[in-house]
């Protein structure tokens, strides 16, 4: 597969977003349709996210979307952006990703996080056990998960001898799924290194601490506990359109879904036409940025010029790509561009 002339990869972060006057089972096709597009046109991976009660997004379970679309695709690594592990336990997780790895060898990703992709109450709801008060075992977790997939419990441990299944046939050649930590802190980035784990930073959803996280899992890292070299990326928003002036029309749905979110308002993906006034209507929403914006919007050559700067400065070689519009035609569409852009095939 070709890159960039810099060798930057590309790949996608997909939430199913629900357009307005749409439903949700509309929008799973949607994603099914957009991971048959984007393998044709030579993105690296295709990530499901995981949210919970949102009229916004339809992807509760990830899982079972990419069992979908392992069968509609050919080459594209496909994974959780992420698997909320602290709803679950490790050994579940750990069965149902090797069942996703047998189907599709070498082409599984497990992307982990601690978030609850919810509020306050969806969390109690997922909760594993409301018998005793919430504490956060979210490292023990991952270590009993990485255990489970390497078949690496101590001499003597109890789980040692209960297998995550399907396991591989003697003999065979096996990697398993790729697991990756994710996040939006500094805390995910020392998991990262703790755990000698590659690190996606979602840079989209909070861009204040990109800079920090990444440089710090690439300074911190201890090769040979799991990589010998560190290995990370970053999930930024991208509008992409022929010209700059209908990119940023149709990134009012998304200026305006960031706003109506951090208010607790997750309904669906407004048109532009009416983003547009309701963000005049609301005038300036003050939100947490950083370095770099969180979403590139504009001609496929400036996104372009602006994701290759960002990537050089944080010296990484993939981004991952996330992009909500409410036409889906026009989502689409920006991904074509930005494929034809970079040299993708």
Same mark, same amino acid.
């Given at each position: ?8 990869? *590309? ?46 997004? &339809?992807?509760? #379970? !990830? ?46 990703? /497990?992307?982990?996080?601690?978030? !609850? ?6 969390? *109690? $709801? ?20 990485? #255990? ?9 441990? !109890?789980?040692?001898?209960?297998? $995550? =299944? ?23 980035? &020392? $998991? ?54 209908? &990119? ?38 003050? /939100? ?21 700067? =960002? ?25 074509? *561009? ?8």
């Amino acid at each position: 597969m070709q890159t960039s002339g810099v060798g930057l990869k *590309l790949s996608v972060l997909d939430q199913s977003p629900v357009p307005e006057g749409s439903a949700p089972a509309q929008a799973m096709e949607n994603s099914i349709a957009l991971a048959r597009r984007v393998d044709e046109l030579g993105f690296t991976r295709f990530w499901m996210s995981e949210h919970h009660a949102m009229d916004l997004l &339809a992807c509760t #379970a !990830p899982e079972i979307l990419l069992a979908r679309i392992g069968v509609e695709t050919k080459r594209i690594r496909i994974g959780s952006g992420g698997i909320m592990l602290p709803h679950y336990t490790p050994l579940k997780v750990a069965e149902v990703f090797r069942t996703l790895y047998g189907l599709y060898p070498e082409r599984i990703d /497990l992307g982990i996080g601690r978030a !609850p992709g919810g509020g306050p109450m969806e969390s *109690l $709801a997922l909760r594993r056990s409301r018998k005793t008060p919430m504490e956060d075992d979210f490292p023990d977790q991952v270590s009993e998960l990485l #255990a489970f997939l390497e078949d690496g419990f101590p001499t003597g441990h !109890p789980f040692g001898k209960v297998k $995550a =299944m399907p396991a591989p046939a003697p003999g065979d050649h096996y990697r398993g799924p790729a697991v990756w930590m994710l996040g939006s802190s500094m805390w995910s980035s &020392a $998991a990262a290194v703790e755990f000698g784990l590659p690190y996606s930073f979602a840079h989209f959803f909070s861009p204040v601490k990109t800079r920090d996280a990444i440089e710090t899992y690439k300074r911190s890292f201890r090769p040979g506990i799991r990589l010998e070299r560190p290995k990370a990326t970053v999930a930024v928003g991208v509008v992409c359109a022929e010209t700059q002036e209908e &990119a940023e029309f149709l990134a009012n749905s998304a200026k305006l879904l960031q706003q109506k979110i951090r208010l607790g308002d997750r309904s669906p993906v407004a048109p532009p036409e009416r983003a547009l006034r309701e963000l005049e209507m609301r005038g300036v929403f003050p /939100l947490e940025e950083g370095e770099w914006p969180r979403y590139f919007v504009g001609t496929p050559a400036l996104v372009r010029k602006k994701l290759e700067q =960002m990537a050089g400065e944080l010296g990484i070689d993939e981004l991952i790509v996330n992009t909500i519009v409410w036409d889906h035609a026009k989502r689409i569409r920006s991904y074509e *561009l930005l494929a034809r852009e970079f040299g993708l095939s």
